[in-house]
């Protein structure tokens, strides 16, 4: 199994509501990431869970708050959102150091009105 | 940080090969260089990594020279299907404090 799954694949929120994405991947990988990506750029590094201890937090606002339960689970808790949050999330993982070949999930795509 | 600079878009037939250059003037010592194709609506596919000199899997081969200020990823013999946004990734494989910033990406569009 080398799938990385996400859910929703698509999520509409308002800027009060408080949600999840959810993430799982089922290949003993390590390490797992999570990217946010706009139209038209590249992923933009979030936040890097390692043996499931965050080791990296790219001065992400206090309204993204990832949680990872087990080493196959990897969840981002969303929270008063703005409108300029609306982009794709992108969850990853790899087998062990960050920056190994990373398996990417398809996304989540997220509006908030 | 490891900025890296790759050229926007880049225009191909069908058969040939395919180079595209990435530049990454302040690399660090312990850093990778990778590269991921993406197609619409997809995450991004881990095509190949590397350190130093030359690798090759069954799709592709980087070339990075010995100053390892920029790569090159090659795909031989394009189809159609190769049509997506290729990124260079530079960063720290061995370390959990590493930096790991995408290029803007190069569109590259095949054609018949």
């Known amino acids: 199994d080398t799938e990385v799954t996400q859910t929703p694949k698509h999520l509409v929120m308002g800027m009060t509501n408080k949600k999840s994405l959810k993430c799982e991947q089922h290949?003993?990988?390590?390490?797992m990431y999570w990217y946010k990506q706009k139209a038209k750029k590249p992923p933009e590094l979030m936040f890097v869970?390692?043996?499931?201890?965050?080791?990296i937090n790219e001065s992400v606002p206090s309204r993204f708050s990832p949680e990872c339960p087990n080493s196959s689970l990897l969840n981002l808790h969303l929270h008063a959102l703005q409108p300029e949050d609306s982009a794709l999330y992108l969850c990853?993982?790899?087998?062990?150091?960050?920056?190994?070949?990373?398996?990417f999930g398809p996304g989540t795509r997220l509006t908030v009105t | 940080l490891a900025k890296t600079t790759q050229p926007i878009s880049m225009d191909s037939y069908e058969g040939q090969e395919v180079n595209i250059t990435c530049s990454h003037n302040?690399?660090?010592?312990?850093?990778?260089i990778t590269w991921y194709q993406q197609f619409p609506s997809q995450g991004p596919r881990f095509i190949i990594q590397?350190?130093?000199t030359k690798v090759t899997n069954e799709v592709a081969s980087l070339f990075i020279p010995a100053d390892r200020k920029s790569s090159t990823l090659s795909l031989p013999r394009v189809s159609l299907s190769d049509t997506a946004v290729y990124y260079c990734?530079?960063?720290?494989?061995?370390?959990?404090?590493?930096?790991?910033?995408f290029g803007q990406g190069t569109t590259l569009q095949v054609k018949p």
């Open positions: 869970y390692s043996y499931e201890k965050l080791s």
């Open positions: 590397g350190y130093k």
């Open positions: 990853a993982s790899s087998r062990t150091n960050v920056g190994y070949e990373q398996y």
């Open positions: 290949m003993g990988h390590r390490a």
């Open positions: 302040n690399i660090a010592t312990n850093d990778y």
């Open positions: 990734l530079v960063g720290a494989a061995a370390s959990n404090t590493g930096k790991l910033i």
